[in-house]
Every structure is written in C-alpha cells, then in structure tokens.
C-alpha cells in the first residue's frame, strides 16, 4: 500500500509565507506525478502544482510566480512553498502521487492540511 503525510499548513497573514511536506510511503515500485491539490469551502478541488519523475513542472496561472513545488527523491518527499499568500489561498491542501506499486498503478491522496490566509 502507499500512503502519503502531509504537514506544515496553519495560520498566516497576508504577504506571508508557508512551506508544505508530504512524504510517501509504502511498496512503490515508481512515482511518475507528485502534485498539490486545494479545496476552499463551496468550490471544487483544483491542481495547484505538480512535478514529474523527470523534474518538469506545472502551475495554476493563481500561483505562478508565488508557490514553489519541488522533490527531495532521497526522502521520498515532495514539497510547496508558498510565498506572498493571499486571502484567496485559503483552503484545504491535498497531497497526490501517481505511480506503479509491485502490481498495479496507484493514485493515492494524503489526509488534507488546512491553510488560512488572513488579512
């Protein structure tokens, strides 16, 4: 099984700065795409970033500029960093990898880390 533990959301004021973790776990045999996933109350979850075994990377045109994404593949970690964060930001963040484990390809999430921006 692969399971993914997510960190580092909280409170913050606007202009701040907040670095998110989420590490993974398990019998992966590969992790093809590691990206980050938000949800405000009232609106769907949508991609904010994510980064490819190959280190290419992909930002929602809201963040570009602002977040940062990137892996450490020694710690099977992938991280967000996040800088000049604006009430908007607020939400839920969901962790997501998509790879191969032994037998068969896996699509798994992590619990959710709540972000809020005030201002």
């Known amino acids: 099984q692969v399971q993914l533990v997510e960190s580092g959301g909280g409170l913050v004021q606007a202009g701040g700065s907040l670095r998110l973790s989420c590490a993974v776990s398990?019998?992966?045999?590969?992790?093809?795409?590691m990206g980050w996933y938000r949800q405000a109350p009232g609106k769907q979850r949508e991609l904010v970033a994510d980064?490819?075994?190959?280190?290419?990377?992909n930002y929602a045109d809201s963040v570009k500029g602002r977040f940062t994404i990137s892996r450490d593949n020694a710690k099977n970690t992938v991280y967000l960093q996040m800088n000049s964060l604006k009430p908007e930001d607020t939400a839920v963040y969901y962790c997501n990898a998509k790879g191969w484990d032994a037998i068969s390809w896996y699509n798994a999430w992590g619990q959710g880390t709540q972000v809020t921006v005030s201002s």
């Open positions: 980064t490819t075994s190959g280190g290419s990377t």
């Open positions: 398990g019998s992966i045999c590969s992790v093809n795409v």
